[in-house]
Nanobody, 123 residues
Framework: QVQLIESGGGLVQAGGSLRLSCAASGRTITINTMGWFRQTPGKEREFVGRITRSTSSTYYADSVKGRFTISKDNAKNTVYLQMNSLKPEDTAVYYC????????????????WGQGTQVTVSS
């Protein structure tokens, strides 16, 4: 089993920045891909981006490309989501997820999830 805990959410003004962290514990050696998703009430969980543990390759949704950056610290089993130039439409609960394969861009591809952290961007 893998446990994921997100932190770093909060309230920020439009144009500001936040950095989210996702700390993994348990059988972390099995993790190959870490993903970030977000969700607003009444909507499906939306893919934000992902990073591959072995190659550090990243992939982002078009809506955040150029503004968000995913990085990792393998020694700390932690993945980060740096969010810059935040917009009110970025307001959501942000979740990190883990998969032992490629993960992909669908929430169904990730068996492990954190509890989520709220990000609110005011206009």
């Amino acid at each position: 089993q893998v446990q994921l805990i997100e932190s770093g959410g909060g309230l920020v003004q439009a144009g500001g920045s936040l950095r989210l962290s996702c700390a993994a514990s348990g059988r972390t050696i099995t993790i190959n891909t870490m993903g970030w998703f977000r969700q607003t009430p009444g909507k499906e969980r939306e893919f934000v981006g992902r990073i591959t543990r072995s190659t550090s390759s990243t992939y982002y949704a078009d809506s955040v490309k150029g503004r968000f950056t995913i990085s990792k610290d393998n020694a700390k089993n932690t993945v980060y989501l740096q969010m810059n130039s935040l917009k009110p439409e970025d307001t959501a609960v942000y979740y990190c997820a883990a998969d032992w394969l490629s993960g992909g861009s669908s929430a169904s591809g990730y068996p492990y999830w954190g509890q989520g952290t709220q990000v609110t961007v005011s206009s």
